[in-house]
């Protein structure tokens, strides 16, 4: 008995729509060639938080904004299949995703 070798795809956007989306454009494709897959697992949401000064002078209150910038991330695993694989690298990635997929 021989154990599939599994394709884990990350895709992380700033986008939560967009991500979305294209996670499920992927998964259609999986589906309908009948190849086994895991996922999409959400990872937790990164957040990187900033704090600058309103005003640029020091004098008076000190007032500040707050800049908030979300990363949102999916997982995938997919069967290793020839046949996907030249599929899912014909699917046009939007700019505001990123991809890393390791074999």
Do not use: C
Not at 2 to 22: E, H, P, Y
Not at 32 to 46: A, E, F, N, Q, S
Not at 52 to 78: A, F, N, S
């Amino acid at each position: 008995m021989s154990a599939t070798r599994m394709v884990k795809i990350k895709i992380w956007s700033t986008n939560v729509k967009v991500l979305d989306d294209f996670v499920g454009k992927i998964t259609d494709i999986v589906k309908k060639t009948g190849v086994r897959m895991d996922g999409p697992i959400p990872l937790p949401t990164k957040r990187m938080k900033i704090r600058t000064m309103k005003l640029p002078h020091g004098e008076g209150k000190k007032k500040y904004e707050k800049w908030e910038m979300r990363i949102h991330k999916r997982l995938l695993y997919i069967a290793e299949d020839e046949r996907v694989m030249k599929q899912l690298i014909r699917v046009r990635i939007p700019p505001e995703i990123w991809m890393e997929i390791e074999i």
